[in-house]
């Protein structure tokens, strides 16, 4: 494989990234994961965005400007010969003195690395197993709009489900009230209603979460945010998760009880795809 490192294509073996460097000493720094379809980035704006909004937050100044990396990701796709994949972009502060300090790191490393798409990608008959984990996220906190490169309470979380045998784990906020999963953002049927919890409950704001709003009507759905517990989540019509790599993926079950399934849940997975693939062939930002 061949990754985009500080602005140079190089073999996976020879991408490396120096052991002080703050994202490895302390998670200090921000990524994004995103659909790569037909060759082309799917949302690069809006996953751009996100980024650099996630490095202002963090007082990190990109080193590249954004028409460099978007030429970057073209090249990276050709030398890979991988024209549907995830790609992923890792921003971190770089390396610094010993310390908590940012003080002194000014040479922030940026890493582009192009990975097969999953296996269930594109899976019409996928339905996940979701576990409540124990962990808990806080409310209203700022940090939870960025990707930032800690993500330790998701890997427990996600661990805590695998040993439990589900595929994912359902994530509440403090209040008790229904966040999002470990790797994407939950939404959940009511009649011809599609509701996903408020930015507020402490979730990240997915861009395929995004798209999925922006969708609703035009299949004849009313989307909202509404805060949400598990007994609604169960008393639903139906639910799925939305992540970048896979699209729309339905929940067949939380905590061994089973979920109704919505038509609906079908009908938007098949919308997202079919804005996926248009917005890929003509090379939409």
Same mark, same amino acid.
């Given at each position: ?132 984990? *124990?962990? &808990?996220?806080? $409310?209203?906190?700022?940090?939870? +709009? ?5 993500? #330790?309470? =998701?890997?427990? /979380? ?99 009880? *089973?979920? &109704?399934?919505? $038509?609906?849940?079908?009908?938007? +997975? ?5 804005? #996926?693939? =248009?917005?890929? /062939?003509?090379?939409?930002?």
């Amino acid at each position: 494989m061949i990754v985009f490192l500080n602005g140079k294509l190089v073999p996976e073996p020879e991408a490396t990234v120096p052991v002080f460097d703050r994202s490895f000493l302390y998670g200090d720094g921000v990524f994004e994961s995103l659909r790569v379809s037909q060759g082309q980035p799917f949302r690069w704006a809006q996953h751009l965005r996100r980024l650099e909004d996630g490095a202002a937050g963090l007082h990190i100044d990109p080193p590249f400007p954004a028409d460099e990396l978007r030429n970057a990701v073209d090249r990276l796709v050709d030398a890979n010969a991988l024209p549907e994949a995830v790609l992923r972009i890792t921003l971190s502060r770089g390396v610094g003195a010993r310390g908590y300090s940012p003080r002194g790191a000014t040479n922030p490393t940026v890493v582009m690395s192009l990975h097969p798409l999953p296996e269930a990608a594109g899976r019409s008959d996928l339905r996940w197993a979701l576990a409540t984990s *124990r962990f &808990r996220l806080p $409310p209203d906190d700022p940090l939870s +709009r960025w990707k930032t490169a800690n993500k #330790l309470l =998701q890997v427990l /979380a996600r661990a805590e489900a695998e040993q439990a045998g589900a595929d994912e784990a359902l994530l509440l906020n403090a209040r008790g009230e229904l966040c999002e999963t470990s790797s994407g953002n939950l939404f959940w049927v009511e009649g011809n209603r599609i509701l996903t919890p408020p930015v507020q409950a402490g979730l990240l704001p997915g861009i395929t979460r995004a798209v999925v709003l922006e969708l609703a009507p035009a299949v004849g759905l009313l989307p909202a945010e509404e805060s949400g517990t598990a007994r609604r989540l169960a008393q639903s019509d139906g639910a799925f998760v939305t992540l970048s790599s896979l699209g729309v993926v339905e929940v067949g079950a939380v905590d061994g009880q *089973r979920l &109704r399934s919505s $038509p609906h849940t079908a009908g938007l +997975r098949m919308a997202y795809q079919e804005r #996926l693939a =248009q917005e890929c /062939a003509t090379g939409s930002p």
